[in-house]
């Protein structure tokens, strides 16, 4: 019930298209979905994230769908580009705790 | 940069060692959080510390043990260290513990357990 299930495990895009990876959870508890951005040798760093009650949320080329009857929320890149080759994380937490709770990655590649 | 610092870097060490990973948190952040990655049990959650006291407790073996100190800075202390416990250690910072809070994440210790 603690699980946060992301998919696909790898994903490669062209220059300008758009990726999208999704995640479900199963805990009904879950307040706080992020989605944090991973390049190799770094710590993740948060890129945007969404609370329940909005179904979608938009900060530039990244935009948070979010589903909450599904228990299913998705990141989509629009016009990819190769800088935005990185693992890309999701993750949801309790409403009444701090810790995130991972998928297990999703490690895009952007080909020029 | 996050603002949240980790040292060392990186870390080898034998079986059955016993090893001190330090975080110091972002300027005025008050909770902690430890978080282990490892390829195949990915980014857990270990403990989390606010102002001096753990919060939370999540997949942490009981040979690990943490601390958060007066100044804020927090220590992960992993002893009779094994193979499998080879991995990426992150450290984050929050300013309070509430659920919503942005977690900075730290650039990570890596250990090598040989």
């Known amino acids: 019930q603690q699980q946060v299930k992301q998919s696909p495990q790898s994903l490669i895009v062209q220059k300008g298209g758009i990726s999208i990876i999704n995640c479900a959870y199963e805990n009904t508890a879950f307040d706080y979905f992020p989605w944090y951005q991973q390049f190799p040798g770094k710590g993740p760093a948060l890129l945007i994230a969404i609370r329940p009650d909005v179904s979608e949320k938009k900060e530039g080329r990244f935009t948070i769908s979010f589903n909450k009857s599904a228990k299913q929320f998705s990141l989509h890149i629009m016009d990819s580009q190769p800088g935005d080759s990185a693992t890309y994380f999701c993750?949801?937490?309790?409403?009444?705790?701090?810790?995130?709770?991972f998928g297990q990655g999703t490690e895009l590649s952007v080909k020029p | 940069d996050s603002g949240v610092t980790q040292t060392p870097k990186h870390l080898i060490t034998a079986t059955g060692q016993r090893v001190t990973l330090r975080c110091s948190p972002r300027s005025g952040d008050l909770s902690v959080y430890w978080y282990q990655q490892s390829l195949d049990q990915g980014l857990q959650f270990l403990i989390q510390?606010?102002?001096?006291?753990?919060?939370a407790k999540g997949n942490i073996l009981e040979r690990f043990s943490a601390q958060q100190f007066p100044d804020l800075h927090s220590e992960l202390n992993l002893s009779s260290l094994e193979l499998g416990d080879s991995a990426l250690y992150f450290c984050a910072s929050s300013k309070i513990a509430g659920d919503t809070d942005t977690q900075y994440f730290g650039p990570g210790t890596r250990l090598t357990v040989l």
């Open positions: 510390y606010y102002n001096g006291e753990e919060r």
């Open positions: 993750a949801a937490s309790p409403w009444q705790g701090g810790k995130l709770i």
